[in-house]
């Protein structure tokens, strides 16, 4: 069976800290470019973050830089996103997808096309950040 499996969500309090972790099965990470989207509460889904395959280059949204930090370990077909000094505003469903073209279109609001286009999602974790 291929697919995406995020684990490492939960509880934190303001200014903590969490890593997710997107694990694939049936399938190899080294062939996709990988994003870590999420959805708060009525809200539309927005790109955190994304590497590429190829040279491993990175894409933030805005509102995590200099806070989040992706990264990729193709030896365990696993891709991850620290998290730190969390804000209540990150409280959200993370997933993670597989596609094609990471750029900064990835970051931030994007596109029904984008979204459509990946080729795996994960079910998503959550992330509360709430004291």
């Known amino acids: 069976q291929l697919q995406l499996v995020e684990s490492g969500g939960g509880l934190v309090q303001p200014g903590g800290s969490l890593r997710l972790s997107c694990a694939a099965s049936?399938?190899?990470?080294?062939?996709?470019?990988i994003g870590w989207f999420r959805r708060a509460p009525g809200k539309e889904h927005e790109g955190v973050s994304c590497?590429?395959?190829?040279?491993?280059?990175?894409y933030y949204a805005d509102s995590v830089k200099g806070r989040f930090t992706i990264s990729r370990d193709n030896a365990k077909n696993t891709v991850y996103l620290q998290m730190n000094s969390l804000k209540p505003e990150d409280t959200a469903v993370y997933y993670c997808?597989?596609?094609?073209?990471?750029?900064?279109?990835?970051?931030?609001?994007?596109?029904?096309?984008?979204?459509?286009?990946?080729?795996?999602w994960g079910e998503g974790t959550l992330v509360t950040v709430s004291s």
């Open positions: 049936g399938f190899t990470l080294d062939y996709y470019d």
């Open positions: 997808a597989a596609g094609n073209q990471c750029s900064s279109s990835w970051a931030g609001v994007i596109s029904l096309l984008l979204y459509y286009g990946m080729d795996y």
């Open positions: 590497i590429s395959r190829s040279d491993g280059s990175t």
